[in-house]
C-alpha cells in the first residue's frame, strides 16, 4: 500500500489535515486555499476517499476542537500512519520535481 | 435574464427552494451503498448544501447550475466506484473483478434488449424523439435566454436608455447619443445601433435581409473583432464616406456560400452600392438573440435606409439608436448614472420642449437581456415553450418506467432465481438500471443526432422573421444540456421500476404463487391514474391542434376576392432607383407597357397595396355621415391604383365605373369604394358620394364606382371598408405591379424582372412573387402554431396509447392464468378481449373526461388565433375525444389479443 503512490484527492485531504482536525467542508476550504481554487471535491470524491482513508489507517475521527464546534459534524484528523504517507508523498514528488529542474523544466526557486 | 433577480422574494422563498434542492440531493445519495449513505450520507448533504448557500451568494445563477452539475457527476462517478468497491459490496463474487462483473451486466442488458426489438426500437423512438426535441428546443431557449454573448469583459458594458414619452427607459436620439459619447471621463467607448431590412439584390432574385446601422466604436465597445477584413474606422460614421458594410459570419455562410472574397466585394442593398469590409465573429450574429443580423452597416451608409435615416441622424425627436458604452477602467455604474443625469438635466435646459422631464437610465450589462421592456415577456413565452417540452418528455419517462415495468413483471421469475442463486439484490438492480441507461444512451444519442441534423431546418420554419433567419445552432451547450438530459431521463426511468420490481418475494415466486398478488393494488390504481393523465394531457393538446388547423382550414377556404391564381407580383421604388418627379408618370407607363406586351400576360396595373396585407389607413370625412363616436371622421385603408387594376384582378365592378383614361391629374380627383364602405356610409347606394381627408378644406373627392369586397388586411378579417384613390391622377413612386397571366404566373416572375431592367437598369426590385404564395404568407403565424400544436399533440397521443398499451399488457400478465381458466371454461376469444379491452377503457374514459373539462378551460386562452370556429366547438371535441378512444382501445387491443390467445392447457400447467 505504501509503494502506491496516493491519490490526489487523498493527498490533498492529508496536507489539509497536517495542521489539525477538520470537518468536511473545513478541509475542502483549507484544500481550496492550499491550491489556489485549482482543486474543488465534489461531495462523493471527499467523503468516499475519508472512508476509505479511514480503512487504510491514514486518518481518524477525532473529537471537535473546540466547545464552539459544531456538535452534529464529523471531524477528522490525521493518524501517524497519515504523516508517514504523506510525507513519503511528498519527498516523492520533490524528487520528481528535482529531476524536472535538473533538466531546466522549471526555474530555480530563490 | 442571465443572472436572476436579486432574490427580494424574502427568506421563506429561499428556505423552500433550499428545501427542494436538498430532496433531489438525498435522492441522488440513494445511488450510493445503503451503509454508505447511513455513514455520510447527512454529512454530504450539509456539505453540499453550503457549498449551494455560497454559489447562491455570487446571485449567478450559472454558478449554482455549475455547482449541481459538477456535485451530480461527482456523485454518479464516487457512487458508481463505491458500489465496484470491496467493502461497498455484500453479494458474494465468484472471485471476479468487479469490473468483468459490470461487463458481464452489460453484455446482460444488451443482449435482453436485441432479444426484445420491438420493446427496445419503440423505447429508443420514444427516447430519440423527446430528448430531442428538448435539446432543439433547448437550443432556441438558450440562444434567447442563457448563452451569456461572447464579449470580452462584458461586466465593463452597460446599456443606456433615453426615455420614451412615457418615461420608460427606450431608445435615443443619434445627436444625444453623440452627447453621450462625449462623456470620456466615465466611458472608454459609447456606440449606438439601429437595426431594419433592406433589399438586397443577390445574384438571381432579390431579398429582403436584416441590417442594422452601427457606429464605428460599436465592436470596440462589445470586445469584439470581426474574422476577416476590418471594423469600420471612424471616418465611416460621417455620411458622405466610404458605403461600408460587415457580413454577419452567419449571412456570409448562409447568403454567400461562404465565397473566401466576400470583403471587397460591393452589394447593393436598396439598390445603394454598399462594399463590405469585413465579416463579423463566427459566435455573434446581432443582439437579437435567435434573430440573425445579416449586414453591420456603417452610419455612412445610412442613405441605404432612404433620406429620412439620414435626416434622422439631425433630428432630437427621433429616438432610433439603441446605445451601449464600456465604462473607463475603475468606473463604477454608479457614477455612469450620475453622469448621464447630468446630461439628462443639461438636455433639458438646451431643448426643454423635447427634453423637459426625459431621463436617461444607465443599465448594468447584467440586468438587460434584449430590452428592459422586453425581457419579461420573452423570458415567459420561452420559459413555457421549453416547460411544454419538458412535459412531453416527462411523458415519455413515465411510460418508459411503465414499459420497463411490464418487462420487470416478465421477468420476476428469472430474478427471483438469480436472487436465489446468490446474486444480490443491488446486482438486481443494477441489471435495471443498467438497461434503463443504455437504452437512454441509445435513445438519447439518436435524440442529439437528431436535433443536430433538424438544426439546419429550422431557418425553413414558417415562423415570421423581419429579414434575416433564425440563429440556432447546435453547440457544445446544447450537447452538454442532451447528456444531462439523458442522464436523468435513464435514472428516472430505470431507478423506479427496478427498486419495485426488484422488491420481490423470493421465496413466494419460486413457489409459484405468481407475482402478481404482491404487486399490489395500490400500484396499479397508481399506473392507471399515470395513464389518466397522460390521456388528459393528450386531449388538451389534441382539441388545440383540432381547432386551430380547423382555423386554418376556413381560413384557407376564404375567398380574398381576387383571382389569386393567376396573378404575378413584382414590387419596385422609383426615387430609390433614381426616377423622381416629373419622371415617375412616364416610367410608370413605360412598365406597364411593356409588361402588357410580354407573351403570356393579358393585363397588367400597378398598386400601392395588395389584397391581404396590413398597410395604413386615411382620416376622412363622409359627407352625410356621422360616426357614433369620436371626431366625426372615419379611418379608411386606402390604395393608389392604375387604370385597369380592378380588371386585372378580377375584382367584380358593382356599381358606376373604375378609374377611366379621362381621370387626369388636372381633373377633380375621384375615388373607387368598396361594397362595405357603401353601405356603411351611403346605405349602400354610393355613387354621388362624397370625402374629403381631415384637415383639407374643401376639395371634396367624388365616389365614381364601388367594387366588389377584397380581403384588406388579413383573410380572416370580418368586411372591412376599403377606397381607392387613381395612381394615374396621384403618381405614386413605390408600388407592386400586378400581371394578370393566362398561364402560370410563377414563369412570368423572372421575366417582369428583366423587363423592369430594360425600362431603366437602375430600379431596384423590392419583391417578386404569385399573388398566391403573398396571401398564404398572411397565415404564416397560424401554420406556424398550428404545426407545432399538432406535432406536440401527435406526440402525446403516442404516449399515451403506449401507456395504456403498458398498464394492459401489465394486467393481462397478472391475469393470464385467470384468462386461462375462462377459455377452458369456454368463454369465447372475442368476449376476453372485449372484456379486457372495456376494462382498460375506464381509466381512459377518466382520462378523457378531465381533458375535455381541461380543454374547455384552456381554449379560451386560444380564442384570438380562432376563425370560424368557437373554443369549444363540439365537432372538435368530439373527434379528439373518438381519436383517443380509438387510439387506447387499439393499444389495449394488442395485448388483450395476446392474453385470449392462450393456450388454457399450457397456462394452467405453468402455474
Known amino acids: 500500500m505504501q509503494q502506491r503512490s496516493l491519490n490526489p484527492p487523498v493527498f490533498h485531504i492529508l496536507l489539509a489535515l497536517a495542521d489539525g482536525s477538520l470537518h468536511g467542508l473545513g478541509i475542502a476550504d483549507r484544500i481550496d486555499a492550499l491550491t489556489r481554487g485549482a482543486v474543488d471535491l465534489g461531495p462523493g470524491t471527499l467523503y468516499r476517499s475519508l472512508k476509505e482513508m479511514a480503512e487504510m489507517g491514514l486518518i481518524r475521527e477525532a473529537a471537535p476542537p473546540d466547545s464552539d464546534a459544531d456538535p452534529r459534524r464529523k471531524y477528522y484528523a490525521i493518524t501517524a500512519q497519515g504523516r508517514r504517507a504523506v510525507a513519503a508523498e511528498a519527498a516523492s514528488l520533490e524528487r520528481l520535481v528535482q529531476a524536472a529542474r535538473d533538466r531546466k523544466l522549471l526555474p530555480e526557486r530563490a | ?911
Open chain 2, 1 to 911: 435574464m442571465p443572472a436572476g433577480p436579486p432574490a427580494r422574494d424574502g427568506e421563506e422563498d429561499d428556505e423552500r427552494k433550499a428545501g427542494l434542492h436538498d430532496r433531489v440531493f438525498r435522492l441522488l445519495l440513494r445511488l450510493y451503498p445503503r451503509s454508505f449513505r447511513e455513514e455520510y450520507g447527512d454529512e454530504m448533504t450539509r456539505y453540499f448544501l453550503e457549498r449551494l448557500t455560497r454559489a447562491r451568494e455570487q446571485r449567478k445563477r450559472q454558478a449554482v447550475i455549475s455547482l449541481w452539475a459538477r456535485t451530480a457527476l461527482d456523485l454518479v462517478r464516487t457512487a458508481a466506484a463505491e458500489r465496484g468497491s470491496p467493502s461497498g459490496r455484500h453479494e458474494p463474487t465468484t472471485g471476479a473483478h468487479p469490473m468483468s462483473a459490470f461487463l458481464q451486466d452489460l453484455r446482460y442488458a444488451a443482449r435482453r434488449l436485441r432479444n426484445t426489438p420491438l420493446f427496445t426500437i419503440s423505447a429508443i423512438a420514444i427516447l430519440a424523439v423527446g430528448i430531442g426535441l428538448n435539446a432543439s428546443v433547448f437550443s432556441l431557449v438558450d440562444t434567447a435566454i442563457f448563452r451569456p454573448p461572447p464579449f470580452t469583459n462584458a461586466e465593463e458594458i452597460v446599456h443606456i436608455y433615453q426615455d420614451s414619452d412615457d418615461g420608460d427607459p427606450s431608445s435615443t436620439s443619434y445627436p444625444e447619443y453623440r452627447e453621450m459619447a462625449e462623456v470620456t471621463d466615465v466611458f472608454a467607448g459609447v456606440a449606438a445601433t439601429s437595426s431594419g431590412s433592406a433589399t438586397w439584390e443577390g445574384a438571381d432574385s432579390p431579398r429582403q435581409v436584416s441590417i442594422e446601422f452601427a457606429t464605428a466604436s460599436y465592436f470596440p465597445v462589445l470586445g469584439l473583432r470581426p474574422v476577416r477584413g476590418r471594423w469600420f474606422d471612424a471616418e465611416h460614421d460621417q455620411v458622405g464616406a466610404e458605403m461600408v458594410a460587415v457580413v454577419s459570419h452567419r449571412a456570409w455562410r448562409t447568403l454567400m456560400g461562404e465565397v473566401p472574397d466576400a470583403v471587397g466585394r460591393t452589394i447593393r442593398l436598396n439598390n445603394q452600392p454598399v462594399t463590405i469590409i469585413g465579416v463579423g465573429p463566427t459566435d455573434f450574429n446581432g443582439e437579437a438573440g435567435a434573430l440573425v443580423t445579416d449586414f453591420w452597416l456603417s452610419i455612412s451608409s445610412t442613405p441605404v435606409g432612404g433620406p429620412f435615416r439620414v435626416a434622422n441622424l439631425e433630428r432630437r425627436q427621433d429616438h432610433w439608436y439603441q446605445v451601449k458604452a464600456r465604462l473607463a477602467p475603475g468606473v463604477t455604474v454608479e457614477r455612469a448614472r450620475a453622469a448621464m443625469d447630468a446630461l439628462a438635466r443639461g438636455l433639458a435646459e438646451a431643448y426643454p420642449e423635447l427634453n423637459e422631464g426625459r431621463g436617461i437610465t444607465v443599465f448594468a450589462f447584467d440586468e438587460v437581456r434584449f430590452h428592459p421592456a422586453a425581457d419579461a415577456g420573452i423570458f415567459r413565452a420561452n420559459v413555457g415553450l421549453f416547460a411544454v417540452a419538458a412535459l412531453v418528455l416527462l411523458l415519455a419517462c413515465t411510460n418508459l418506467a411503465n414499459l420497463l415495468l411490464v418487462r420487470g413483471i416478465s421477468r420476476g421469475p428469472e430474478m427471483a432465481v438469480r436472487e436465489a442463486l446468490g446474486a444480490g439484490r443491488k446486482r438486481v438492480v443494477r441489471l435495471f438500471l443498467l438497461e434503463a441507461l443504455l437504452l437512454s444512451a441509445i435513445g438519447g444519442g439518436a435524440g442529439l443526432a437528431v436535433a443536430a441534423w433538424s438544426v439546419r431546418f429550422v431557418p425553413l420554419l414558417p415562423i415570421p422573421t423581419p429579414g434575416g433567419g433564425l440563429d440556432v445552432s447546435f453547440d457544445h451547450r446544447v450537447a452538454i444540456f442532451g447528456l444531462l438530459l439523458t442522464l436523468a431521463t435513464g435514472l428516472i426511468f430505470g431507478l423506479l421500476p427496478a427498486l419495485r420490481s426488484s422488491r420481490t418475494d423470493v421465496a413466494a415466486v419460486l413457489r409459484d404463487e405468481g407475482v402478481g398478488r404482491s404487486a399490489g393494488r395500490r400500484a396499479s390504481v397508481f399506473r392507471a391514474g399515470l395513464v389518466a393523465v397522460q390521456v388528459a394531457v393528450s386531449v388538451v393538446l389534441i382539441v388545440g391542434a383540432g381547432l386551430l388547423a380547423r382555423s386554418l382550414a376556413n381560413a384557407q377556404r376564404v375567398d380574398a376576392g381576387v383571382d389569386v391564381g393567376r396573378i404575378a407580383v413584382v414590387g419596385t421604388n422609383l426615387p430609390q432607383g433614381g426616377v423622381t418627379g416629373p419622371e415617375v408618370p412616364s416610367v410608370t407607363a413605360a412598365l406597364l407597357e411593356r409588361v402588357e406586351a410580354m407573351p403570356g400576360v393579358e393585363r397588367a396595373a400597378i398598386t400601392t397595396r395588395l389584397p391581404v396585407q396590413p398597410g395604413g389607413t386615411t382620416t376622412q370625412i363622409v359627407e352625410g355621415y356621422e360616426p357614433r363616436v369620436g371626431t366625426g371622421s372615419v379611418e379608411l385603408p386606402f390604395a393608389y391604383v392604375s387604370r385597369g387594376y380592378f380588371e386585372t384582378m378580377g375584382i367584380r365592378v358593382v356599381a358606376g365605373r373604375t378609374f377611366a383614361l379621362h381621370d387626369r391629374p388636372e381633373t377633380p380627383r375621384v375615388i373607387v369604394v368598396n361594397e362595405t364602405a357603401a353601405s356603411l356610409y351611403w346605405g349602400g347606394d354610393a355613387l354621388g358620394g362624397r370625402i374629403r381627408s381631415q384637415g383639407s378644406q374643401g376639395a371634396w373627392v367624388d365616389v365614381v364606382g364601388v367594387v366588389a369586397d377584397v380581403k384588406v388586411n388579413d383573410l380572416r378579417e370580418a368586411p372591412t371598408p376599403m377606397i381607392y384613390y387613381s395612381a394615374d391622377q396621384s403618381p405614386v413612386g413605390v408600388f407592386s405591379i400586378v400581371a394578370r397571366t393566362a398561364g402560370e404566373p410563377a414563369a412570368l416572375a423572372g421575366a417582369l424582372r428583366s423587363v423592369m431592367r430594360d425600362v431603366r437598369p437602375s430600379l431596384p426590385v423590392t419583391r417578386q412573387l404569385h399573388l398566391d404564395a403573398h396571401v398564404g404568407n398572411g397565415l404564416a403565424g397560424l401554420r406556424a402554431a398550428t404545426a407545432l400544436m399538432g406535432g406536440f399533440s401527435l406526440l402525446a397521443l403516442m404516449l399515451a396509447g403506449l401507456g395504456v398499451y403498458a398498464v394492459v399488457s401489465f394486467a393481462v400478465e397478472r391475469r393470464t392464468q385467470e384468462m386461462g381458466i375462462r377459455v377452458a371454461l369456454g368463454a369465447p376469444r372475442s368476449r376476453i378481449v372485449g372484456m379486457i379491452v372495456g376494462q382498460s377503457l375506464v381509466m381512459v374514459a377518466v382520462g378523457l373526461a378531465a381533458g375535455l373539462w381541461l380543454a374547455v378551460l384552456a381554449m379560451r386562452g386560444l380564442e384570438g388565433m380562432l376563425f370560424g370556429v368557437g373554443a369549444v366547438d363540439e365537432v372538435t371535441f368530439a373527434g379528439a375525444a373518438v381519436l383517443l378512444l380509438l387510439a387506447a382501445a387499439t393499444a389495449a387491443f394488442v395485448p388483450a389479443q395476446r392474453a385470449a390467445r392462450a393456450n388454457p392447457v399450457e397456462v394452467l400447467r405453468s402455474h
